[in-house]
């Protein structure tokens, strides 16, 4: 059954930011939300339009990782690729979720090369103790294996290339 939730982002230093998504899919390994449209700004990587404003992203939510992954889109809903976004796991309390950004992140293009994203955001977080020593090993960890399933060609993981926008649609349609 699907639900509305609202989604509340946290990053360190910045006031939260509230996203009304759809829950599509509800497993205990992974949760999939539609977010119909972004409304926020345009997300450019190396002077490329990776997200537009007002188009759709559908986020694949891991419950015990510290991961999640978008799959970004254009305002003609052509795929760019998969944004992974290093975070705490979600918090979750009914229909609202809270998710902790750790700053890094990975960009990974359709049909191009994988590139770790804010190294500079981390290192200043770290320096300013808003990232503990604990958490930092953990951000690299995660990085590691990424990066190791990355040359394996095993990422993202299959859900997030399985399940694109248009079974996410008709998922909220049903």
């Known amino acids: 059954m699907t639900r509305p939730i609202t989604y509340e982002y946290r990053r ?4 939260p930011t509230f996203y009304e998504e759809w829950l599509v899919i509800d497993r205990p390994d992974v949760k999939v939300l539609l977010l119909e449209p972004y409304r926020d700004d345009t997300v450019i990587v190396d002077g490329e339009t990776i997200q537009d404003s007002d188009a759709p992203i559908v986020w694949y939510v891991f419950p015990d990782r ?8 254009l ?5 760019t690729g ?17 998710g902790n950004d750790l700053f890094l992140d990975l960009w990974q293009p359709c049909g191009g090369e994988a590139r770790w994203l804010d190294e ?8 300013a103790r ?9 951000i690299e960890n995660e990085r590691a294996l990424i990066t190791l399933q990355l040359r394996q060609n095993a990422w ?3 859900i997030a290339r399985d ?9 909220r349609a049903s």
Do not use: M
């Open 12 to 15: 360190p230093g910045k006031p």
């Open 75 to 79: 305002l003609d809903e052509s795929v």
């Open 120 to 127: 500079d955001e981390l290192a200043a977080a770290v320096r």
């Open 156 to 158: 993202p993981p299959p």
């Open 130 to 138: 808003v990232i503990d020593r604990a958490t930092l090993r953990r």
């Open 82 to 98: 998969w944004y992974t976004n290093l975070c705490r796991p979600p918090l979750v309390t009914g229909d609202h979720w809270i």
């Open 163 to 171: 399940i694109a926008l248009d079974q996410a649609r008709e998922l």
């Open 66 to 73: 510290w991961y999640d992954i978008g799959r970004f889109h």
